[in-house]
């Protein structure tokens, strides 16, 4: 039987930013990764809108420009084969990656959409672990006191999200490796 620290190297800290918010009426605009083993080696891309609709209040959170994306973004097919090339690189072989993140049924759905959409299949499949939940789960406290500033106050200096994928999934990162030293065995 295998450690969690096996699991480790399999684990993707994965963050997005949108237009809105669900995959079917607003784009996804940005992704962030990182492995957990090594959060060093990360992925991020800006795509292309592929929709116009944006909800003000999601665009004034991460301050993206569409018209700059539609410039400067990778159409949403290229940036998915790039960030499945660099799942299939940062995995080990022979290992399905797990997508980890922060209030994950978001940006789960939208990397599942687009996934779907345009590569046909979804590398992470229909698993994906919810920092919130296990922290819930592991500490025993009410949902209510799993909110992202306690965690980072905990977990990560008091430092807030900064509403670029790649930061936030990073911060997210090391907020899990936080509740993992703190209620489990890693050896």
């Keep these: 039987m ?21 995959p079917s009426q607003y784009a996804m605009l940005s992704i962030g990764a990182c ?4 959060p060093r080696r990360t992925f991020y891309a800006e795509l292309v809108p592929d929709k ?14 569409l018209t700059r994306l539609e410039q400067e973004g990778l159409a949403p ?13 940062v995995v080990p072989p022979g290992r399905r990656p797990l997508m980890v993140g922060f209030n994950l049924p978001y940006d789960w759905m ?9 590569l046909g299949s979804n590398p992470f499949g229909h698993s994906a672990v919810d ?16 909110s992202g500033t306690f965690l980072h106050q905990r977990y990560h200096n008091g430092n807030e999200l900064t509403h670029n994928a790649l930061e936030d999934a990073i911060a997210q990162a090391l907020i899990f490796e936080g509740i993992l030293k703190e209620f489990f065995t890693l050896e």
């Design 2 to 22: 295998g450690s969690i620290l096996d699991d480790l190297n399999s684990f993707i800290s994965v963050d997005i930013e949108a237009a809105g918010a669900i």
């Design 35 to 38: 492995n957990l083993a090594q």
């Design 52 to 65: 116009q609709q944006t909800d003000p209040r999601a665009m004034a959170v991460h301050g993206l420009d």
């Design 77 to 89: 097919e290229e940036a998915l084969r790039r960030f499945a090339a660099w799942l299939a690189d």
């Design 110 to 118: 939208f990397i599942n959409d687009y996934f779907l959409r345009y």
């Design 131 to 146: 920092i919130k939940a296990v922290y819930m789960g592991a500490s025993g406290k009410s949902w209510a006191e799993t």
